[in-house]
């Protein structure tokens, strides 16, 4: 997937996996309870992670539908984890909820300080930029 050229994911310094382009976009600007309509990128729960930084989890849609989590740090969104699904078959539906892989969900729990951030803690970390005080 990152080795595309448009690809939502790019390998960093030291080999780290980045959010680019659309993924970047929407972890940064993107909030859960606004989705955007044509995207190929849905965003589930913002929390504030053990380590200070704010994560999100999302999906991609596409002929390689994947899910992940992205913490900010510093500057940029470093994949975290990232689990490729099996692509949905004709008329099957799955929820957002159910979207995240039962991996991505455990490191969520584990990994969450508090509980997940409401609308107006997502709008409030997206006025700064998701950087936390901490």
Known sequence: MWRQ???PI????AGSLIA???LAG???QQLAAEPARASAVH???SYLAKSGEYCRTFTLAGAAPASGIACRHAEQWQIQ???QEAAPRGGDYRTAATALSPMILK???DEIQGEP???AGESAARRHDWQSSK
């Open 20 to 22: 680019n382009g659309s």
């Open 81 to 83: 984890a990232l689990t």
């Open 43 to 45: 965003i589930g729960v």
């Open 117 to 119: 951030l409401d609308p």
């Open 107 to 109: 490191m969520v729990e």
């Open 26 to 28: 929407a972890l940064s």
């Open 10 to 13: 790019e390998r960093g310094a």
């Open 5 to 7: 050229s448009g690809s």
